[in-house]
């Protein structure tokens, strides 16, 4: 069984702060992490990809909380010379009692990303186009499953403890690299997951 666990502590690795060439510590100089919009502007003025930041309005919609930043955000050069973006959202409890969450991890190639690990769930796979790309969305397992018992099938999991696994290789569209995108999901409907992903924009 495979538990998604972020492993950031919040937002607490300023970019500034890392080591950035001179032309990307610039543009991080000023980098504030007191408004979500200031988070995406400079992690996508860092990025040598193109970022992706998802609409406030299909963020709520999916029972998500908008924080500013992110509950969770921050850039890590999992690469050499390469940032990989994270953002995670959890459930809005106050307004929509939801306890989903969601993390956004974004870089040039899935290999500048960590290591998710293998769930040993019964496999499900399904699929759906946005950003000129082919998703694939994998179950992980059941949030609720005992420790040391095997997650049961996706029809046998409320989709209220669904985990799943949603990848994609975005195509440049800017003369930038690719961006390869993973979206680690819990407790999120496939139409919710769907419109957050297709809400998703480049950030100018």
């Not at 007191?34 to 990025?47: L, M, P, S, T, V």
């Not at 769930?121 to 018992?149: I, V």
């Amino acid at each position: 069984m495979r538990r998604i666990v972020s492993v950031l502590a919040g937002a607490t690795l300023v970019a500034g702060s890392l080591g950035l060439s001179a032309g990307a510590a610039g543009a991080t100089e000023d980098y504030d992490f007191a408004k979500q919009r200031d988070f995406w502007k400079g992690a996508a003025e860092a990025a040598t990809m193109t970022v992706f930041a998802p609409s406030r309005k299909d963020i709520e919609r999916a029972g998500l909380e908008v924080g500013e930043p992110p509950n969770m955000s921050s850039l890590e050069m999992l690469c050499a010379g390469e940032w990989t973006v994270i953002a995670s959202f959890d459930g809005d409890e106050v307004r929509s009692e939801s306890d989903a969450s969601l993390t956004l991890t974004q870089a040039p190639s899935s290999e500048c990303m960590d290591d998710p690990g293998a769930g040993d769930a019964p496999p499900s796979r399904w699929s759906f186009k946005a950003l000129g790309a082919t998703w694939r969305a994998d179950y992980q397992g059941c949030r609720n499953t005992d420790e040391g018992q095997p997650d049961p099938g996706v029809a046998d999991c409320a989709v209220v403890d669904r985990l799943y696994l949603i990848s994609a290789q975005i195509p440049s569209a800017s003369g930038s690299q690719d961006t390869a995108v993973r979206v680690e999901t819990v407790g999120m409907t496939r139409p919710q997951i769907r419109g957050l992903v297709r809400s998703m924009e480049a950030v100018r």
